[in-house]
């Protein structure tokens, strides 16, 4: 049974950091590209970044660009993403995601297998 869970979410001020982490069990980690969204209240799932499986190149949503990143550790199943220089519009459960063998597409929600619980990140003034 796969099972991702997100850790490392909470309150941070604008402007700060926070780092959260997914790891990854029941599957073949190395053949997923793993991703995050994330979702705000009244709002549309949206992308955040991917981490292909195979040379681990990185894809961002244009909202995070040159703020956030993303990076796995295939030795121990767990993708992170790095969150620097937030805003408040970054407010939002974010959420892990695996495709497996997924190269293509990666903006789209519906092409992921598995998907974490989420973790809520909250932002204070």
């Known amino acids: 049974q796969v099972h991702l869970v997100e850790s490392g979410g909470g309150l941070v001020q604008a402007g700060g950091s926070l780092r959260v982490s997914c790891a990854a069990s029941?599957?073949?980690?190395?053949?997923?590209?793993m991703a995050w969204f994330r979702q705000a209240p009244g709002k549309e799932r949206e992308f955040v970044a991917a981490?292909?499986?195979?040379?681990?190149?990185?894809s961002y949503g244009d909202s995070v660009k040159g703020r956030f990143s993303i990076s796995r550790d295939n030795a121990k199943n767990t993708v992170y993403l790095q969150m620097n220089s937030l805003k408040f519009e970054d407010m939002a459960v974010y959420y892990c995601?695996?495709?497996?063998?997924?190269?293509?597409?990666?903006?789209?929600?519906?092409?992921?297998?598995?998907w974490g619980q989420g973790t809520q990140v909250t932002l204070s003034s």
């Open positions: 029941g599957l073949t980690f190395s053949s997923y590209t």
């Open positions: 981490i292909l499986f195979s040379d681990s190149s990185t």
């Open positions: 995601a695996a495709g497996f063998r997924l190269r293509l597409r990666l903006t789209s929600a519906g092409e992921y297998d598995y």
